[in-house]
């Protein structure tokens, strides 16, 4: 079967790679894709989110699926342009319907299915610019920290995290008021502040039943010992030692379980991943947010240690049989560093020279925003490769992925050198 897949990240990339290694992948179209994914895949220049150049892309090659990679063209609705569509409606997208996408794409949206659902999480109120100053007078029930999420998408940057009441209230004006965000604040989320250890768990379901992808523990923030900014994320280790067998129950029991029965109680069609990322306070897991795709750079650490083949479980999603499917995880840890361009997340430039992608071994390489450039791989986004390998537990992967990062060079290289420092 031909397949395509929607996206340009390292998501894609280990996607792809995972696809591929199936006897039930033919042809494997990436949209628009990057250097890695054309070394292995036939890139095609198209933007994901347009969906009449998808729809005729996939006439022409004759696509039997459509795998969603990032979260815009689910919430704008991919699935249903496929669902409603006569000649596409026999083609499986695996992603959730533009309903089910609100989990992501609204946060309030996700907070209420939370509390419908009994599924623990922070307590929270939502705010728009004309109850902006009860917005502001909520914050004075609130311990410090205070924590202000865009409701919207705003590409991993609309969550603020702040210790002062009145740079607090300033900052949900700015938000509010001042459009700091765009659309994505025109409301604001206010929640509690939990105190704890975050990692990602990740779920594949059919709306019926479900199959536990590994957990990981990623790391946003651009500075060592989880300083600066926040980026789209610069590295990741699978599993994740602080939850043990007793940790792992609750977060099924508590958390995944009551999801999917809220999928099934209001009829959300929802045939994809979700991805649950949550919060360990004391030895409680907590929600923290939903996102109904894979996350990025954890899925460059969760795809490497998946051995079933994730074509046939994609077919079974489709075909409501994922209950029966078998579904193996590797034993082995995996551990995943990025390497990004100098100035990231802020102002940084392009089309720097990559060399040493040959000299790597033992390790996997995922691009992310990279590009060919006549015959050379050069860097085109803020976040560039990731350096994944496997190892006996978290520390050994990561000393070997930091060993072949050795051999690797750009203009401005820059990658944290303490992965894994908290655990």
Known sequence: MNILLLGSGGREHALAWKMLQSPQCSKLFVAPGNAGTSAIANNVNINPTDFEAVKKLVQQ???????????DPLVKGVYDYFKNDSE?????????????????????????????????????ESFTKETVEQGCEFLTTLKAPYVL???????????????DLAEAQQELRNMLVDAKFGQASTKVVIEEFLDGIELSC?????????KLLPMAKDYKRIGEGDTGLNTGGMGAVSPVPFADAEFLEKIETRIVKPTIQGFKNEKIDYKGFVFIGLIKVGNDP?????????????????MPRVKSDLVEAFKALHNGTLAETAF???????????????????????????TGLDKVEDSLVFHAGTKDDNG?????????????????DFNEAIKKSYQN???????????????????
Do not use: H
């Open 202 to 210: 990740f779920v594949l379901t059919d709306g019926e039943s479900y």
């Open 328 to 354: 193996e995880i590797d034993e082995r840890s995996a551990a995943t560093i990025m390497l990004v361009s100098g100035g990231y997340p802020e102002d940084y430039e392009k089309g720097k020279v990559i």
């Open 286 to 302: 907590y929600v923290i947010e939903y996102n109904v795709r894979m996350g990025d750079p954890e899925t460059e650490v969760v």
């Open 149 to 163: 999420k865009a409701d919207g998408l705003a590409a991993g940057k609309g969550v603020l995290i702040i210790n």
């Open 405 to 423: 990062i050795d051999k690797l060079n750009f203009d401005k290289i820059y990658f944290r050198k303490d992965i894994g420092f908290d655990l």
């Open 88 to 124: 596409l409606s026999n083609v499986p997208v695996i992603g959730p319907s533009k309903y089910a996408a609100q989990l992501e794409g609204s946060k309030e949206f996700a907070k209420k299915f939370l509390v419908k659902n009994n599924i623990p999480t922070a307590a929270y």
């Open 376 to 392: 050379n791989v050069v860097t085109n986004g803020g976040r560039v490769i990731a350096v994944t390998s496997y190892g006996a």
């Open 61 to 71: 090659e004759n696509i039997g699926m459509v795998v969603v990679g990032p979260e």
